[in-house]
Structures are given as C-alpha cells and as structure tokens.
C-alpha cells in the first residue's frame, strides 16, 4: 500500500529480551518519527530522522533504546533488555516537506508491544 | 518548551449536535503550527486540521473547523453535525519554530450517541 508500514503489528516477549521494530515509510517521505502511546495516553516524542541530518534523539528514554534509519527509508526501533514499563504501542510517521501542511505525519498502525 | 494541555479527559455529544474538544497551548516561538488527529478504536492516527500561527483565518475542512484564540493560547476543535463514527479520541499536537517534533496533548475521548 502507499501509507506508513509497520512490523510486526504485535509482539509479546520476555522482561530482558531484545526486540526490533520496523518501519516502512511513504515512499519519497523524507522525514521520520518514532512515538511511544502507553495505555490510555498522549505520544511520546522517541526519535527524529530527516534526511541526511544527524538524527534527533532527544526523546530516547534510555540507552536501551536505539533506531536506525537505512538508506533513508525504512528504520528499525531496537529495545535492548526489555522492561514491562516497554510495553506500550510504538508508532511510526512519515512525513514529507512538498505536504500540503506543513509538518503534517502520516502515521503507520503501530506495533504494540507487551513485555511479561 | 512547548507543551499541549487537554483538560477534557473524555465528552459526550448527541447524535448531530456540535462539540467543542478543548486546547491550550504553550510556546514562546512566534511561529508555530497548530494539529488534530483523530484516533479510533483501531488505533490508527488520522490527520484532521492545521493551524498555523500566522494564518488569518480560522481552519476549516469539512465539518472539523479550528476555534484559534492567539491571545488566549486556545485551539479549540469544532465538530458540527457530529456522527456516531466521530466516536474516538482526539489529540491536539504543536510544532514551533524549527523544532522537529510534533508535541501532543493527552487527548479527549469523545463518544457520540443516539
């Protein structure tokens, strides 16, 4: 499809094991963000990619927490030794400058995590 | 810093009547731009509106205007004619100056009914 895709769509590990996310963005999308929706509330600002530009990494809660974004496109969410406060849904956005709003994400599903 | 303030955690509407969903928001750039995103039960985020600082005119599109106070800080969204599928909740985000970030409020859960 032509919308922000992401992978897998849930995923259910154990407390201390890594997980991966990813995230395919709007073809052409130059810019990149990661949030974080725990239950029942706001997103949390994770990670920042546009372009070339040195990411912004400015919501990473901790250094468990890292993304990638390769080749411009698609990135990948990586938590390292989960914790059970990692279970929340994490949500990816596109978003492109030539948009009709300025700033306007296109936002994927999410993938929700739960972390035993 | 920025920050959004949703103080209506959840509003009930009738069946075609109007809403108005809350916002306040708080910025010392002068340029900024203001957002409603609706999500449904599904859990998907969908873009309704923009407002930015600078605009004359208060955003319209379709039944959803923007009620933009820039004195008071307010970006309050109108819902007209609601329907039972405009059940869901609503977040009202902020993005000022060069910042990269969409900041986002706690969001208002609306449900309609009959």
């Known amino acids: 499809g032509a919308g922000v895709s992401q992978s897998p769509s849930n995923k259910v590990t154990e407390k201390g094991k890594d997980v991966e996310l990813r995230c395919d963005p709007i073809?052409?999308?130059?810019?990149l963000y990661w949030y974080r929706q725990s239950l029942g509330q706001g997103l949390e600002f994770l990670i920042y990619?546009?372009?070339?530009?040195?990411?912004?990494k400015s919501g990473l809660p901790s250094d468990r927490f890292s993304a990638e974004r390769t080749g411009g496109s698609v990135s990948t969410l990586t938590i390292q030794r989960t914790q059970q406060e990692d279970s929340a849904v994490y949500l990816c956005?596109?978003?492109?400058?030539?948009?009709?709003?300025?700033?306007?994400?296109?936002f994927g599903e999410g993938s929700r995590l739960t972390v035993l | 810093a920025q920050k959004i303030t949703q103080t209506q955690p959840g509003m009930f509407v009738q069946e075609k009547e109007a809403v108005t969903l809350d916002c306040t928001y708080d910025t010392s750039d002068p340029s900024y731009g203001l957002f409603w995103y609706k999500q449904p039960s599904s859990g998907e985020m969908i873009f309704l509106i923009y407002q930015g600082s600078y605009d004359q005119q208060n955003a319209t599109e379709g039944r959803y205007s923007l009620n933009f106070q820039k004195a008071r800080k307010s970006a309050n969204l109108v819902i007209s004619a609601s329907q039972l599928g405009d059940s869901a909740m609503y977040f009202c985000?902020?993005?000022?100056?060069?910042?990269?970030?969409?900041?986002f409020g706690t969001g208002t859960r609306l449900q309609v009914t009959l």
């Open positions: 985000a902020m993005k000022a100056g060069t910042a990269s970030k969409l900041t």
């Open positions: 073809s052409g999308h130059t810019a």
């Open positions: 956005a596109s978003s492109s400058r030539q948009g009709r709003v300025t700033g306007e994400l296109f």
């Open positions: 990619f546009q372009g070339n530009s040195a990411p912004d």
